[in-house]
Every structure is written in structure tokens, then in C-alpha cells.
């Protein structure tokens, strides 16, 4: 009997903070950072090429203009090379602490080929 690879499903979520806990005050430096967050946790969950693996992105912005549609659009284009994950995009007026311009929700597929 042939054995199916095991698949769950990984969730993640991360703001714009760095290493020291504290933020840019600029959005696009605090998108960047929070994929950099992103990929940070779902490799420490042993996902070797977490962007491969992501499948859905929920993002949330205290800044509800189009241009932030368009700075999230052109980011995360560079970092999914071979797919587009669903997104949406979700205008809010604060976050957790005053400082968040940003927090990205992905949803990953891990099997065993992935770890």
C-alpha cells in the first residue's frame, strides 16, 4: 500500500517590526519587513521555500488610499516567482500598537515535500 504525503495547513501572522521591536514610519519599509517576518517564522516551522508554499495572503493597513494596494502589489510580486497567492486587502484604522502600518495573515499548504 502506497503512503500519501502528510499536508496540514500553516498560518502566520506578522507586522513590520524588526528584530528590536520597533518600526519604520515608512509603509513600504514596514511591508518589506513584515515578509521578511513572514518568511522568518514559516522557515523556523521548516519550510524550506515558504513562498512556494503560500497559497493565501490577507493583509491589513491603517492606510485605506489606493497607493497602498499598489506599494503591496509591487512588493509581493518579487518575492512569488511562480504563482500569485489569493489576496485581499483589508483597510483598518489602527492596528495592535500605534506604530503598525501593516500585518500580513498567510495561509500555507506543508506537506512532505515541503519541510
Not at 510580486?77 to 500598537?97: M, N, Q, S
Given at each position: 500500500?502506497?503512503?500519501?504525503?502528510?499536508?496540514?495547513?500553516?498560518?502566520?501572522?506578522q507586522?513590520g517590526?524588526?528584530?528590536?521591536?520597533?518600526?519604520?514610519?515608512?509603509?513600504?519599509?514596514?511591508?518589506?519587513?513584515?515578509?521578511r517576518?513572514?518568511?522568518k517564522?514559516?522557515?523556523?516551522?521548516?519550510?524550506?521555500?515558504?513562498f512556494d508554499?503560500?497559497f493565501?495572503v490577507?493583509?491589513?493597513?491603517?492606510?485605506?488610499?489606493?497607493?497602498?494596494?499598489?506599494m503591496?502589489?509591487?512588493?509581493?510580486?518579487?518575492?512569488?516567482?511562480?504563482?500569485a497567492?489569493?489576496?485581499?486587502?483589508i483597510?483598518?484604522e489602527?492596528?495592535?500598537?500605534?506604530?503598525?502600518?501593516?500585518?500580513?495573515e498567510?495561509?500555507?499548504?506543508?506537506?512532505d515535500?515541503?519541510s
Amino acid at each position: 500500500m502506497t503512503s500519501l504525503p502528510s499536508r496540514h495547513g500553516l498560518t502566520n501572522t506578522q507586522g513590520g517590526w524588526t528584530e528590536d521591536m520597533t518600526f519604520s514610519e515608512d509603509e513600504v519599509e514596514q511591508i518589506e519587513q513584515a515578509w521578511r517576518n513572514v518568511e522568518k517564522a514559516l522557515k523556523h516551522a521548516g519550510l524550506k521555500n515558504p513562498f512556494d508554499n503560500i497559497f493565501s495572503v490577507r493583509s491589513y493597513h491603517v492606510n485605506q488610499h489606493y497607493d497602498t494596494a499598489e506599494m503591496m502589489a509591487t512588493i509581493t510580486k518579487k518575492l512569488f516567482k511562480d504563482h500569485a497567492p489569493i489576496w485581499t486587502l483589508i483597510g483598518v484604522e489602527r492596528l495592535a500598537l500605534p506604530e503598525m502600518k501593516v500585518e500580513i495573515e498567510v495561509c500555507a499548504v506543508v506537506d512532505d515535500s515541503s519541510s
